[in-house]
């Protein structure tokens, strides 16, 4: 990750999570109720759409590249129990895409929604 991680460090982590050697360890961070919808564009007006709740999100690391793809915060802000959380994508340490996500915690301490959108096609440098 780059830049300070303080103003969303749930999302923080949870990217770290993902881009480690154990990304299966974000399932563990949901909450029962989670809900996502990750709008996965690779452009060309392609995309998928991972939704629905904890099927959903082992779906969508069942098809991932783990290692490849690295996620790169560029900037964030927590209000509330919501974390905003602006970045890029990177293959290989190329930029491929650029993404945004959108979290809401829990009194537990758990993410119960999430909101990612990711495209090919716009970079935020």
């Not at 690295?70 to 509330?80: F, K, P």
């Given at each position: 990750?780059?830049?300070?991680?303080?103003?969303?460090p749930f999302l923080t982590r949870w990217f770290e999570?993902?881009?480690?050697?154990?990304?299966?360890?974000?399932?563990?961070?949901?909450?029962d109720d989670f809900a996502l919808s990750i709008?996965?564009?690779t452009g060309d007006g392609n995309a998928t759409d991972f939704a629905g709740g904890r099927a959903a999100l082992?779906?969508?690391?069942?098809?991932r590249e783990k290692?490849?793809?690295?996620?790169?915060?560029?900037?964030?802000?927590?209000?509330?129990?919501?974390?905003?959380?602006l970045g890029e994508v990177r293959r290989g340490g190329v930029p491929e895409a650029g993404f945004v996500a959108a979290g809401r915690v829990n009194g537990e301490g758990r993410l119960?929604?999430?909101?990612?959108?990711?495209?090919?096609?716009?970079?935020f440098d």
């Open positions: 990750m780059t830049e300070s991680s303080a103003a969303a999570l993902l881009d480690g050697d154990e990304p299966s360890k974000i399932l563990d961070l949901i909450s709008l996965f564009s082992v779906g969508y690391l069942e098809q290692g490849t793809r690295t996620h790169h915060l560029l900037s964030a802000t927590t209000i509330g129990r919501d974390e905003l959380f119960q929604r999430l909101l990612i959108g990711r495209s090919s096609e716009i970079r």
